[in-house]
Structures are given as structure tokens and as C-alpha cells.
């Protein structure tokens, strides 16, 4: 297998399939996130590999630099420092290019931060949504709530410790009653789920804490805003000479309507 993906721990170094712990041994070369990670997890299981760079400032140039190598039949095994790369990962430029050039692509899977995040809320359902690392501006965040609102299963997002506190306090402000699970250090020795009401887990994490964070949304039951109240403000709001734009930012900030929809609907 000329290119093969491989998944690596989210945390505990004995979360790895025996797949990948041969197709490491026996590759030509493994690209890699950060070669010193990558080589502690080699090192504790007695790997001896060549191990190059592979991250988001020099994808294209290693691209370029080894699709002439793949074509020509070498083995290259690719990581990400966690979980499975080209998921939030560095690795889709190469994958994509590789298959383009009709070399063969295997996928080894193993760890996944959403899925074990997803079991370990309690939120498991048929279907779920990911939606990657949340966005870092209020108003991207608010936006994002209204449209997990109409989203009627589990929800899953990558987010920093250092932002966390900034958005459970956001979704308690527009659901506070949404259950919510914050997974921290996931399979690691100090692992933490914490569950409970955005509010009530907004508290639980006032400072921000230290590790990898993964969020789950639990499917929302409850009603969203009430969009035709909304409007009413603002129309009540203009009619009192507040200018239309600053009543509809106002109004959607208080009860997490949509800004346009109060705007066109109070014309």
C-alpha cells in the first residue's frame, strides 16, 4: 500500500490498532504532524522509522515533494498527532493528490475524539453532526446555535480550553436549558466528562481548564425563539426611533432569533 492513512491515539498510547503499528514498522517513510509525538508513540512500541514533517505550513510543498516517490512505488504512512489526519488534520491536500495520480489509498482506522466524546456524553443517537472546531467571534457563535436548533440529533465540535469558558456562556445566553457534555482529556489519565444544562456547565467551567476539549450538543427538544415575537420588538423599537439595523442586533442578542430574519421581517 504505496499511501496509507493511519489513525493514532487521542491520548492513551495503547489505543492503536496492530494495522497500524505494522504499517508504521514497515514503511518507507512517516509523515508526520510533530516528529517528536509521533516518535514517543514509536518509541513505546518499539518502532524504528524514518519520520518527516507533514503539517498545515508545509503540506503543499511535501505534496509536491512526494507524489514523484509514491508514484514510483515507495511506502508512506501518514499520522496526525491524534486521530485519524485530513479529519481537522493535515493530510486531505496529499490523500486527494495521491488519488489523483491513481496511487492506491489505504485507510487504517482506530481513535476518534468525536465518537468516544459522542458515547460518553449519554447523548448517542442514529445520527450526529460534526462540525469541527467552533468559531471564534460571538455572533459566528450565535449563529451556529440557531442552526444546531433546527438540528434535531447530537452535535459534536472540537474547542480550546482557553475559549471554552467564552462559549458555554454564548449557548447558555441562547439555550440555557440544552444538555451539553464537555469531554476533557479524553482516554488520558485525568479524563473528565462533565454533564449537565449549558447553564449549569457554563458555571462548572467559569476559568478555562487545561487539555483537549471536545463538546457534545445533545439534540435540542425544546422551542427555538419565537421569531414572530421577535419581529414585533423590533417593529416596536423602530416606531419609538431606534434605527432598524441597532433594534434587530438588539432584539437577536436577547432572544437568539436571527438578526437578518428580525431585520426583513420588521420591514
Not at 139 to 149: I, S
Request: glycine letters at 8%.
Amino acid at each position: 500500500m504505496p499511501l496509507a492513512v493511519c489513525a493514532t491515539p487521542i491520548g492513551n498510547l495503547e489505543d492503536v490498532t496492530l494495522r497500524v503499528l505494522r504499517e508504521l514498522a514497515e514503511a518507507d517513510v512517516v509523515l508526520c504532524e510533530d516528529t517528536r509525538r509521533t516518535r514517543v508513540l514509536l518509541q513505546r512500541h518499539g518502532i524504528s522509522a524514518r519520520v518527516v514533517s507533514y503539517h498545515e505550513h508545509n503540506e503543499a510543498e511535501r505534496t509536491a515533494e512526494l507524489l514523484p516517490r509514491l508514484e514510483a512505488g515507495e511506502r508512506v504512512a501518514l499520522v496526525s498527532d491524534a486521530g485519524l489526519p485530513a479529519i481537522n488534520d493535515p493530510g486531505a491536500r496529499l490523500i486527494a493528490a495521491a488519488l489523483e495520480a491513481g496511487v492506491s489509498v489505504t485507510v487504517l482506522p482506530g481513535p476518534s475524539a468525536v465518537e468516544t466524546a459522542l458515547v460518553a456524553s449519554g447523548f448517542s443517537a442514529e445520527r450526529y453532526q460534526f462540525v469541527g472546531y467552533l468559531p471564534r467571534g460571538a455572533a459566528a457563535l450565535r449563529a451556529l446555535w440557531e442552526e444546531l436548533a433546527g438540528w434535531p440529533w447530537p452535535a459534536v465540535a472540537f474547542d480550546s480550553p482557553q475559549r471554552l469558558p467564552a462559549t458555554l456562556r454564548s449557548l447558555a445566553d441562547a439555550y440555557p436549558e440544552r444538555r451539553v457534555a464537555v469531554c476533557r482529556e479524553l482516554t488520558k489519565q485525568f479524563e473528565e466528562v462533565v454533564r449537565g444544562s449549558a447553564s449549569e456547565v457554563a458555571e462548572a467551567f467559569a476559568e478555562a481548564p487545561k487539555g483537549e476539549i471536545t463538546l457534545v450538543l445533545d439534540a435540542w427538544a425544546g422551542e427555538g425563539p419565537d421569531e414572530d415575537a421577535g419581529i414585533a420588538a423590533v417593529s416596536e423599537l423602530v416606531g419609538v426611533g431606534v434605527p432598524r439595523r441597532q433594534a434587530a442586533d438588539l432584539v437577536a442578542r436577547l432572544t437568539g432569533t436571527s438578526r437578518n430574519a428580525l431585520y426583513r421581517g420588521s420591514l
